[in-house]
């Protein structure tokens, strides 16, 4: 949690007093909360039998009680341990107080916790008074029989690994198809229920068409399933529905919610991201059943795999969704800090199912985690920097060349025919040769040198082949570059330095800045600039520059702003990122260097505007200029003034720079430019990128989470709890990807397994889906759980062997999966126990895609950058800055749901009306909500009446092809059938057909009626 | 149907809700209830104590305006003008564009003394002197976030990171609205950009119906309340006839709750595009309170008019109105920025109290004016950005006003030091503001929790006090 620190309030006792009243969960609005939040249940959730109810279960009975009354002050937390004194180990528990403890074994009378909590002394009694109520009656009755019967502790459920249970012995063998029905029905018999019919065949194919795909089944597929006479046809339906590409989309959109997946950067500015490959490779995984293991670890760090390949460091784009603040001004390593947080947070309910962010701030209250097993989480993952990593698909690559070929063919042809070629273009020839004869005055013989040592406030530089200087790594707003130069052997003194502003694929928008948020991308901003002997500074003048219009007064490009003592002035190159520019700098007078020299630059900006890469020159030349042709011609040219030699390339190239530059060859340059102008962008991907080992990022301990309170480093490790031993347990994100697949970790099974079981049931095994902590609720079917896990991890040829495919098929297989829809039991009101098939609503984006493919409109496309489906202007105009919302048109307009443009601060109404998410959070459990905007959205948003339009027309064709003559009956019924799947009954039809009428006057009364249908309950929610 | 077996959902379910209507108050009185409390509570009875107010209104200056130009006067700056701040009081801050090192800024107007509590206005806010005694000034308030959209995410929220419920949120979902056929939390937008954006009327992790529903300022103010071109009301009303009917057949062989919950989302969409037109059509406002607010003025542009809808809301029971306007972040030219927005926004802000007051709901309502930090004593000039006479972020003291129920008004809290750099005297966090809101409603902040991804969460996280000065 973010405890952000207001200037000194509250002294820090009062904070903690504060914070263990919202932890402690002890009020009662937290009571209430719990009433909200969890529920009464009415049914035996042991999952152990009537005959254990008795038994006192330390987890399930004990612990809760010890965690809501003790741990607050007798936990996990040292920083609020009261009296030395703590309960939530057995150990504590038996400490020595002094001739007595708080719990003695067998003898609940002689433990002073129970003394204590049953003391009629205020002063004793504990919790105490102030706001603490007692403990009730039943209670105490509990610790009492815990204590009296040996007062054990138990690992929490989901700390311990699961055994393989034994499969419960049924009363109704016969209903099970396999073993998950056989814990199912254990459960229901326990309590007295029985299993539902199975659902009729339409039913069923609708229902699984949408769970594994996401989409609707047409009417022919619907007819083939229903009349089909194999046995296995549910089988070979759902074998089929696996291999459907369609398969990796439906459960992409799942998976990109836990990865908070988004197209823009979020807060202020929200600018757009390119991170739609990372989109890509979820869907082409998911489809190509990449076991979940190798999902995960590829996510998490596919970077540092052994000879990582492309796909694989796409996939760490999977932390690379973190927001981005481009605001003015920010400090941008608190938002990189945030990201962080952020990181921690979802990869601990993503593959540990365990909420960590109570430790960013403080030792969890309940769960065993300690704030500096927090940071020492976050040190796993806290060595990476965050660079682009081209993503081209082969398409734009190929295209991109032949574009490229193209041009070289051209600019050779133009120069060939207009200025090599004797019969060229005389008067352009003489342009030329005068354009060579000036620049030829201004070449200056200039050698590169290296820095021998190099000092950053914070990026880290390093030297490259060819003597310039990359900088990688963390930057701030304010950056000093010192960089020691050695000392030049030179006959003549030294009468220029020449600065190389260079770009570098890892770099930003190619450079060549390291800005990566708030100013255009690769920017960079050298505000002073100065050099020194010694101690002795060295004067310098006013230089030159390629940068064009670089005159006094313009503050972003004048060289001499350089020495104005002023940091909001400086040197720098406006226009597209990627560009090289030099500038050249006159040491007054010109002076030997024959000693070791130093250069400093000084980046200041509202944001990071460091340089990323550049090289530094000297010559001895008089009058050295900039010039805008490139540093390699330039040598040449001069190497060939000195030799008398012209090559014929050299030629060439003389005459390619002159037509790409040059006024006069401005009408020669536009076949050219067309050219450039299709050349298509390059796609940049974000990924992660680990650090070596020479420059490691310190990760500290920041006391209450707090960003501007960074305390003692902390070494990587995973909580201490798990008890893998310290030398052996993960030292980076590699090794920690491959831990939280591994057995060490007891969760990772249960959570995947439980999430997989949401997909398909709306509730999870454990209801609180991303926390499976000691304050979870327990699970509705822990052995069913258990099995799962133990199936998942299982890779012998019968096993599952993390195949996310046939887990699901496993799933959809059941008997249970294959119930009825009904009317939960009065005995179980919240169906946990899955005596009927969960009526629930689905998710936004399958509420669309089902219309799509329904209607036939559907695009069937897969992957790609996203697209706009219509929506009102009104909704990017709440957002800041002049967004537009360009409309797709064409079949981009119905892609499925998952391609459409996310814009985490306009995310698009239609979805979030009905509950999508906006990619903050991590989110592992989606809200279901119902409200009268989302009866407007249906009703009345255009985006819903185009598709409406497209059902009409549909049905219309269907009646024709069908051979009748287009009835009103008939075409109802193929209406019917596209929306909701099933046929109509007469009763349903008289209805709709009785409105039909009554629309007569206007002027797509099928529309009218396909529009009403969209809206019925049924179709949005699970037959 | 026993209560206690009701899970929050199914309850919802069984009141058919949306935008929510039902609150947890209702849902913990029926718990009480059940649980032989002789009195079940309701939403006016507060959810912890009895509320002093029904609503609040929110009038977000989003941007920051110059506390140093309009209310905290301090001659020293006059003094010091030109010369740096010493570096004992800058302390290491972090500033967004200037260096620690930049000059101080004199005040650019002139201050005159209002009512019968004298407080210091500044001449650009001739309206708020007006109205000066049913005001509590707070000159002390300070923040965490240096930078627009954090700290417009923070003050609504209560956390600088996009993704927790809103103020509004919370507030629906402790109280429930009055409103019955409109949203409970209405966001009001005017000016320019706004940096916090959807953020700040987010429902965060707490359910759909808590989401904060910003009037859009074009088209229908509600997404797709009216109807779309060629359906007529009769085929409107036909639809649903037709639509509540096949879900009707449905829940005879099917009787969940949420069938029954989506009829009702269904009515209550149509009755709200009744009420929508008459919600934002004026033409039954009287000449004089029209000219009050200023609503046909040129330059009070849209913020006006909102103020007058803000009132429109309250009336039809709205739990939380909050009225954006953007446009005070003044980097340069601090004095003609001021100057214009004061033009666009002062008389707006002085009618909507003046007219809570006529009609007798000003006891009822909570009005707080305010942005989301402040502005620094130093100049902010800049060549590359061609900035002049500006004045850069500054979360360390800012002022904020509140009218209405319960504010004991006609004073001023707080106190900063002669640069108006610190407060020195009743400081007022940014989570106190959100607990003495959450108090006036009858929430006790500390109580008012959601438990997500496993731990409970609460607006104030785990600061927050009553401004005791203020409405005690």
């Not at chain 2, 640069?419 to 003495?436: R, Y």
Request: net charge negative; aromatic share 8%.
């Amino acid at each position: 949690m973010t405890c952000s620190s207001p200037a000194g309030l509250l002294s820090p006792l009062r904070r903690l007093t504060l914070c263990v009243l919202v932890c402690a969960a002890s009020t009662l609005v937290c009571a209430a909360g719990r009433l909200v939040a969890a529920d009464a249940q009415p049914i035996d959730s042991s999952g152990s039998g009537q005959a254990d109810v008795h038994r006192v279960d330390f987890n399930r009975d004990v612990r809760p009680i010890l965690a809501k009354h003790c741990f607050t002050c007798h936990g996990p937390d040292e920083g609020t341990r009261e009296a030395d004194l703590r309960l939530d180990t057995q150990a504590g528990s038996r400490q020595d107080l002094g001739g007595y403890q708080a719990i003695k074994p067998g003898a609940a009378e002689d433990s002073e916790l129970i003394l204590r909590v049953t003391s009629d002394d205020e002063d004793l009694r504990m919790p105490p008074a102030d706001g603490h109520p007692p403990l009730g009656e039943a209670e105490i009755a509990t610790l009492r029989r815990w204590i009296d019967s040996g007062g054990q502790y138990e690992v929490h459920w989901s700390f311990q690994p699961a055994a393989e249970p034994s499969l419960p012995a049924v009363e109704n063998p016969g209903w099970c198809r396999g073993p998950i029905d056989r814990f199912v029905l254990h459960r229901m018999e326990q309590n007295g229920l029985s299993p539902s019919a199975e659902a009729d065949p339409v039913a069923l194919i609708r229902r699984v068409y949408l769970d594994l795909l996401g989409t609707t089944p047409t009417p022919e597929e619907v007819d083939r399933f229903v009349d089909s006479d194999r046995p296995d046809a549910y089988e070979a339906l759902v074998d089929r529905l696996l291999a459907s590409p369609e398969y990796g989309e439906r459960f992409a959109r799942s998976w990109l919610d836990l990865a908070r997946y988004s197209d823009t950067n979020g807060y202020e500015k929200d600018r757009p991201r390119t991170i739609w490959p990372y989109r890509n490779w979820v869907i082409d995984a998911l489809n190509a059943d990449k076991p979940y293991d190798a999902f995960s670890i590829e996510q998490l760090a596919g970077d540092m795999l052994d000879d990582a390949t492309r796909s694989q460091r796409i996939a760490t784009g999977f932390h690379r969704n973190t927001m981005l603040n481009e605001e003015g001004g920010i400090d941008p390593l608190e938002y990189r800090f945030y990201a962080m947080v952020d990181r921690v947070a979802t990869t601990g309910t993503v593959w540990m199912g365990l909420t960590t962010g109570c430790a960013q701030c403080h030792t969890h209250k309940y769960d065993p985690l300690t704030h500096t097993d927090y940071y020492a989480l976050m040190a796993l993952m806290d060595n990476a920097d965050e660079p682009e990593l081209n993503a081209d698909p082969p398409a734009v690559i190929e295209q991109r060349e032949s574009i490229q070929r193209r041009i070289t063919a051209t600019e050779h042809d133009i120069v060939k025919r207009v200025l090599l070629a004797d019969d060229g273009d005389a008067t352009l020839q003489a342009a030329w040769a005068k354009w060579q004869a000036e620049r030829l005055e201004q070449l200056s013989d200039w050698q590169t040198v290296a820095p021998d040592q190099m000092e950053s406030t914070m990026p880290t530089l390093a030297v490259l082949d060819d003597g310039s200087v990359l900088a990688s790594g963390d930057a701030t707003k304010r950056d000093v570059y010192s960089l020691t130069m050695p000392a030049i052997d030179s006959d003549k003194p030294i009468t220029a330095i020449r600065i190389e502003a260079l770009s570098h694929p890892m770099l930003p928008a190619k450079g060549p800045g390291l800005a990566f948020y708030e100013g255009r991308r690769g920017d960079f901003f050298l505000s002073e600039l100065e050099m020194s002997i010694g101690e002795t500074p060295v004067t310098l003048a006013v230089g030159t520059t390629s940068v064009p219009g670089a005159k006094p007064g313009n503050g972003k490009t004048f060289p001499g702003n350089l020495f104005d003592g002023d940091g909001s002035t400086g040197w720098s190159i406006p226009g597209d990122a990627g560009q090289t520019h030099r500038l050249v700098i006159p040491l007054d007078p010109p002076l030997r260097l024959d000693q070791a020299w130093s250069l400093e630059m000084l980046f200041e900006r509202h944001y990071v505007a460091a340089l990323g890469r550049f090289r530094i020159d000297v010559t001895t030349d008089e009058h050295p200029q900039a010039m805008q042709i490139s540093s390699d011609l330039q040598r040449q040219w001069l190497a060939s003034k000195t030799s008398g030699q012209v090559s014929p390339k050299l030629k060439q190239d003389l005459a390619l720079e002159f037509l790409r530059g040059a006024d006069e060859m401005a009408e020669h340059r536009k076949p050219i430019d067309r050219l450039r102008n299709q050349i298509p962008d390059d796609v940049r991907t974000l990924v992660m990128q680990e650090r070596p080992e020479s420059n490691r990022r310190v990760t500290r301990r920041r006391h209450r989470g707090e960003y501007l309170q960074p305390k003692e480093s902390v070494d990587a490790a995973v909580p201490e709890f798990f008890a893998t031993d310290p030398e052996d347990g993960p030292r980076d994100r590699l090794e920690l990807a491959q831990w939280l697949v591994s057995d060490a970790n007891p969760l990772v099974g249960r959570v995947t397994a439980n999430r997989a079981w949401r997909e398909f049931f709306g509730t999870g095994i454990v209801r609180t889906a991303g926390d499976f902590g000691t304050q979870s609720e327990s699970p509705s079917h822990p052995e069913l759980l258990d099995y799962l896990d133990v199936r998942l991890r299982d890779t012998s040829v019968d096993g599952i062997g993390w195949s996310i495919k046939r887990l699901h098929r496993e799933i959809v297989l059941s008997a249970t999966y294959r119930q009825s829809i009904g009317t939960p039991p009065s005995a179980d009101p919240d169906n946990r126990l899955l005596s009927v098939f969960p009526y629930r609503r689905y998710d936004a984006e399958r509420i669309r895609d089902a219309f799509l493919s329904g209607s036939g409109l559907l695009s069937r496309q897969i992957g790609g950058p996203s697209v706009y489906p219509p929506q009102p202007e009104s909704v990017v105009q709440m957002a800041y800055g002049n967004t537009a919302w360009p409309t797709s048109t064409g079949a981009d307009r119905y892609r499925r749901s998952l391609y459409t443009y996310s814009k985490r601060t306009a995310p698009f109404a239609a979805y979030t009306t009905f509950d999508a998410p906006s990619g903050e959070l991590c989110i592992a459990r989606r809200d279901r909500s119902t409200t009268p905007l989302q009866a407007l959205t249906l009703l009345n948003d255009q985006m819903y009446l185009e598709i409406a339009e497209g059902f009409a027309d549909a049905a219309v064709r269907d009646a024709k092809q069908s051979g009748s003559d287009a009835k009103p009956r008939d075409i109802a019924r193929h209406l019917f059938r596209r929306v909701l799947v099933r046929q109509p009954r007469e009763g349903e039809l008289d209805a709709i057909l009785a409105f039909y009428r009554s629309q007569s006057e206007h002027e797509r009364p099928w529309m009218l009626v396909a529009r009403a249908l969209m809206n019925t309950d049924e179709a949005i929610t699970t037959p | 149907m026993n209560l206690k077996e009701l899970t929050r959902r199914q309850l919802f379910g069984a009141c058919g809700i949306g935008l929510g209507k039902i609150s947890l108050a209702s849902l913990l009185s029926r718990d009480v209830s059940a649980a032989d409390s002789p009195t079940p509570a309701s939403a006016s009875a507060g959810l912890h104590h009895p509320a002093k107010i029904k609503r609040v209104i929110y009038l977000f200056m989003a941007g920051a305006p110059s506390q140093l130009d309009l209310f905290d006067h301090k001659p020293k700056l006059v003094e010091l003008e030109g010369k740096p701040i010493p570096p004992s009081v800058i302390a290491g801050q972090r500033y967004a564009f200037i260096q620690p090192g930049a000059a101080v800024l004199s005040p650019r107007f002139k201050f005159n003394r209002f009512g019968q509590s004298g407080a210091q206005i500044a001449e650009p806010l001739p309206h708020l002197g007006e109205i000066a005694d049913d005001v509590a000034f707070i000159r002390s308030v300070h923040t965490d976030q240096f930078n627009h959209a954090p700290a417009q995410i923070f003050v609504n929220t209560g956390s600088p990171i996009p993704g927790r419920p809103a103020m509004g949120s919370w507030l629906t979902y402790g109280l429930g609205s009055d409103a019955d056929d409109l949203p409970g939390f209405v966001v009001l937008k005017s000016g320019g950009n706004l940096s916090g954006g959807a953020a700040m009327w987010s429902n965060g992790f707490l359910p759909g119906e808590h989401q904060g529903v910003a009037f859009r300022t074009s088209g229908d103010p509600i997404l797709h309340v009216a109807n779309p071109a060629g359906i007529s009301r009769q085929t409107q009303r036909a639809t649903l006839d037709l639509v509540s009917d096949l879900n009707r057949r449905r829940m005879e062989s099917l009787a969940v709750d949420g069938i029954r919950s989506r009829i009702e989302s269904y009515e209550m969409a149509y009755r709200m595009q009744t009420r929508a037109p008459e919600l934002m059509d004026f033409s039954g406002e009287s000449d004089e309170t029209l000219a009050m607010y200023g609503t046909k003025r040129e330059d009070t542009g849209s913020f006006a008019k909102n103020c007058l809808l803000a009132r429109r809301l309250a009336e039809r029971g709205v739990r939380f109105i909050q009225l954006y306007h953007s446009g005070w972040d003044h980097h340069s030219n601090v004095e003609g920025g001021l100057k214009s927005q004061c033009k666009a926004t002062d008389q707006g802000c002085a009618a909507l109290v003046k007219d809570l007051k006529q009609r007798g709901m000003l006891d009822e309502t909570l009005v707080v004016w305010g942005g989301e930090f402040g502005r620094t004593p130093m100049v902010e000039a800049s060549a590359a950005l061609g900035r002049s006479l500006g004045r850069d972020h500054h979360p360390q003291a800012f002022t904020m006003w509140m009218a209405g129920g319960g504010v004991r008004a006609g004073q001023t809290i707080g106190k900063t030091d002669d640069l108006g750099f610190h407060p020195v005297e009743d400081a007022v966090h940014v989570h106190d503001i959100q607990a003495t809101i959450l108090h006036q409603l009858g929430i006790d902040h500390e109580r008012l929790t959601f438990t997500f991804a496993g731990r409970p969460f609460r607006l104030t996280d785990v600061h927050g006090t009553v401004i005791k000065k203020l409405v005690g």
